[in-house]
DNA sequence: AAGCAACACAACCGCATTTGG
DNA sequence: GCCAAATGCGGTTGTGTTGCT
């Protein structure tokens, strides 16, 4: 048995509202307000709609001083380190936002706002690849000259185009889909454009956690949303002392690939575009984040291979270790940390040296030979 | 000019939370 | 404390518009 529905939906229009049913609604809540039960405002103004319908169109189209497109540049900003610092939730980014509903700034956020992190990410990102395809491939010429055993090899990898690898072995990984790698790549790949965009987490500085400042004035929101606030800071203050990373949105760090359960789980509340700490540190971040799009990028081509490199254990998918940020959304079932777990979970090459030393063993470690190869966007 | 695809945004749906009796 | 109704919220869908072939 299913819950009563909220009106009889055979008797209620749907659909986008006419000029006149706006009028009706507005001047009536202009002159009377809610009445404080929209469920039984519609009949009261004899307009056939949903009371959940009412409420919706008047808060996001029909009250006074709401503003429609046009985001600011700083708006983007604001929305970006929200996000981050507290996911979907937007009607508390909403609130920071005047003139702004959820349901506007969802809509941004979904149609343009990620498609455009995505895109700067992107754009980065192969820049970067096509700079150490070049070194790679320099390297393995210059090694391939002085190693017999790599130069069959390196010439029909070099020179034949495509070059049909043997299949890799596949190892199946429960609950798991392809897309869903794809997913959280991409949300990984925009929290990395959230950090390039100047971002930083509460570990960043020298500032202890316990001062930790929110980027937002939180006093607007509801008791709730100030328990969740507090929350989160408790968890930052909590943890802190423990961990010695200034930089936790790397948690994985510390990973144990040996059992396959996460070190020092950090929380990730990010900060956002201060300008007094926006240089702080910016070089070193900006290293750590080329590292991350590196692994990134890595752990996909590994598990694109056929899954051979994913190491992950179930555990780790399905518990996660997020400190209780998580809503039931879709969306974050997978939380940040979970990406990170999963990326930092596989046994990976995090620097270009080692890359060259495990390629030219090849074929002793062909598979490796293959991520590399691939990754360069060589094969 | 027609057809199609992509995009943007409004609106709906279902679930969770809050409120009041 | 319990329960039902109301409200709030976030994900998803539907629809109109725009741009491209």
Redesign the pocket.
């Given at each position: 048995m299913?819950?009563?529905p909220?009106c009889d939906k055979a008797n209620v229009?749907?659909?986008?509202?006419s000029p006149e049913e706006d009028a009706t609604l507005k001047a009536y809540i202009e002159k009377h307000g809610?009445g404080?039960?929209?469920?039984?405002l519609p009949q009261k103004i004899g307009l056939r709609r949903?009371?959940?319908?009412c409420?919706?169109?008047w808060l996001?189209?029909l009250r006074p001083n709401i503003k429609?497109?046009g985001f600011s540049e700083e708006e983007d900003n604001i929305i970006c380190s929200l996000y981050m610092s507290i996911g979907?939730?937007?009607?508390?980014i909403a609130a920071q936002l005047p003139g702004r509903t959820?349901?506007?700034i969802?809509?941004?956020w979904?149609?343009?706002l990620k498609?455009k992190l995505l895109g700067k990410q992107r754009k980065q990102q192969e820049a970067q690849q096509s700079r150490r395809a070049a070194i790679f491939k320099q390297e393995m010429i210059k090694r391939s000259e002085n190693n017999a055993n790599f130069i069959n090899i390196s010439a029909g990898f070099f020179n034949q185009n495509p070059y049909n690898w043997p299949e890799l072995p596949v190892v199946p990984v429960a609950n798991y889909q392809t897309h869903d790698l794809q997913l959280m790549q991409d949300d990984a790949s925009i929290k990395t454009m959230l950090i390039n965009l100047g971002g930083r987490f509460s570990h960043d500085s020298d500032t202890s956690t316990t001062s930790f400042q929110y980027p937002v004035d939180i006093s607007s929101t509801?008791s709730?949303d100030h328990q969740f606030y507090q929350s989160s800071i408790d968890v930052l203050a909590s943890t802190s002392a423990a961990n010695s990373n200034n930089y936790s949105q790397f948690p994985s760090t510390n990973f144990d690939a040996s059992n396959g359960t996460g070190g020092s789980s950090s929380p990730t509340i990010f900060h956002g575009l201060d300008d007094q700490n926006n240089n702080l540190q910016a070089d070193h971040l900006h290293q750590l984040t080329e590292l991350e799009v590196y692994d990134n990028s890595f752990a996909h081509q590994h598990q694109q291979l056929g899954g051979f490199y994913y190491q992950a254990s179930e555990e780790t998918l399905n518990n996660g270790s997020s400190a209780g940020t998580s809503?039931?959304?879709?969306?974050?079932e997978i939380s940040w940390e979970d990406i990170n777990s999963l990326v930092y979970s596989t046994q990976m090459v995090a620097d270009y040296e080692t890359c060259c030393q495990q390629a030219v063993v090849v074929p002793q470690d062909q598979h490796s030979f293959l991520a590399e190869a691939t990754y360069f966007g060589l094969k």
């Open positions: 299913g819950r009563a909220c229009k749907k659909g986008p509202w809610t404080g039960n929209w469920i039984t949903c009371g959940k319908s409420r919706l169109r996001n189209y429609h497109g979907s939730r937007w009607s508390v959820d349901n506007d969802k809509n941004y979904n149609t343009r498609k509801s709730s809503t039931a959304s879709a969306e974050s």
